[in-house]
C-alpha cells in the first residue's frame, strides 16, 4: 500500500489549503482514512478521520468548524480541506488508513504517507 499527500505549502494566516491523499496498491474503499499533523519539537496528534463509507467524522476540537475532511473512493483519494489557517496549525500533516475504520488512535493506523508541510504565516 502506498499513501501519496500532497497539497502542503505556505499560506498567511486566515488562508485555506486542500490537502490530498491519495491510495495506490489496496482497495481503498474498505480502510478508515486519518490525518494527523506534527510541529517541529512536538509529538504527532490527530486531526480528523472519516469512516470507509464517508458518513461518520470525527475532528481535533481545536480544529471543528475550520477544516473538513472527506474522500472520494472512486478516486482512492482522502481529502483535508483547512480553512482560516492560524500560525499554530504549522506542521507535517500525514494521511493515515486504517482496516478498524473511524479512528482518533495513531496507533491503529496501519499505513501511513510521507508527509506533507504546511506552514502558516503570521
Known amino acids: 500500500v502506498q499513501l501519496q499527500a500532497s497539497g502542503g505549502g505556505l499560506v498567511q494566516a486566515g488562508g485555506s489549503l486542500t490537502l490530498s491523499c491519495k491510495m495506490s496498491?489496496?482497495?481503498?474503499?474498505?480502510?478508515?482514512m486519518g490525518w494527523f499533523r506534527q510541529a517541529p519539537g512536538k509529538e504527532r496528534e490527530f486531526v480528523a478521520t472519516i469512516s470507509q463509507s464517508g458518513s461518520r467524522t470525527a475532528y481535533l476540537d481545536s480544529i471543528k468548524g475550520r477544516f473538513t475532511i472527506s474522500r472520494d473512493n472512486a478516486k482512492n483519494t482522502v481529502y483535508l480541506q483547512m480553512n482560516r489557517l492560524k500560525p499554530e496549525d504549522t506542521a507535517t500533516y500525514y494521511c493515515a488508513a486504517n482496516l478498524a475504520g473511524l479512528s482518533m488512535d495513531g496507533s491503529l493506523y496501519d499505513y501511513w504517507g510521507q508527509g506533507t508541510l504546511v506552514t502558516v504565516s503570521s
Open positions: 496498491g489496496q482497495t481503498f474503499s474498505i480502510y478508515g
